[in-house]
């Protein structure tokens, strides 16, 4: 039934990468609530779920991963998978088929908060997925109404002041970043055109959060992505599925390298040769 989801998305092998390092950050979380807190529901809300299957690599997509490992690891759990392009939440649906912990929402996911409020409550524990395709910032029109790709940052935002036990996981495009910077640094665009538009190193105090993990970036030759989660509760760094501490040598390594004078850190680089 997943496999008659299969539909071209144009991922690369990048894809295998990013399904595998989400998959073990989901694992991680379902252990910790399996022996700290194994009565609790946990509830995972994917706001860009995709079609369920990335075809070119024949990889399952973030929603199949979550519930592969859910379904192996904990009895209580509910998912809920925001995608508004309508065919590929058709074919989400087609690929979960009826399960009775999963829903698939066809809607804009600046919708997850009000959804969020109706049905969780402030101390559920579990985890937001952003995976947007470009960086953790919502699209605009020339600062006039928001054409809404991407993530809901202020809704994020508001999100985890009220909700201190979701972990927030993004997997991020650090060329879009990169792109957007420096048209904001050249005046190309004003300060608002790309809305709640901030540094990696600043996501811990927006997203109201103490601690994280963070990846080093991953090319698919075009674009670089860079995961991350964070969270209230800390923990190990998880080393050997790549992912370092936020406070890690190796996560301010990564900071240096996407807000630093990237001329300099060649220089450096090429001085240790
Ligand atoms: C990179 S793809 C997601 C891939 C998926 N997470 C996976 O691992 O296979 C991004 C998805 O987000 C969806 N999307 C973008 N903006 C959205 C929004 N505001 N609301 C809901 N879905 C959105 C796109 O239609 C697209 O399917």
Known sequence: MIRDAKKKQGQSVQT?????????IFCMNLNIVRYACPSEIYTHIDLNSGSGWND??????????FITVAESMLDKWQAYFFEWNPAAAAQLREA?????RCQVIEADNAMFLEFARKRLKTRSIGSILC??????????????APIGSGA?????????????????IANINMRTYDLQKKAR???VVGPDSYSGFYRLQEFL??????DGLITKGASN?????????????????????????????????IFEYYDGDRKAAAKLQMSLL
């Open 131 to 144: 995976d947007p395709n470009g960086y953790l910032y919502r699209t605009r029109t020339n600062g006039k």
């Open 16 to 24: 295998m990468d990013k399904e595998r390092q989400l998959a073990a």
């Open 221 to 253: 030759g075009h674009s670089t992505f860079v995961r991350i989660v964070l969270r209230n509760l800390p923990t190990d760094g998880y080393r050997k599925w790549g992912w370092y501490r936020w406070q890690s040598p190796e996560a301010r390594r």
């Open 96 to 100: 979960i088929g009826h399960h009775p």
């Open 56 to 65: 070119e690599f024949d990889v399952p997509g973030s929603p199949i991963a």
């Open 152 to 168: 809901p940052v202020a809704e994020l935002v508001e999100f985890f002041k009220e909700y201190r036990r979701m972990d927030l």
């Open 185 to 187: 640094e050249k005046g």
């Open 205 to 210: 105090e927006v997203f109201s959060k103490r």
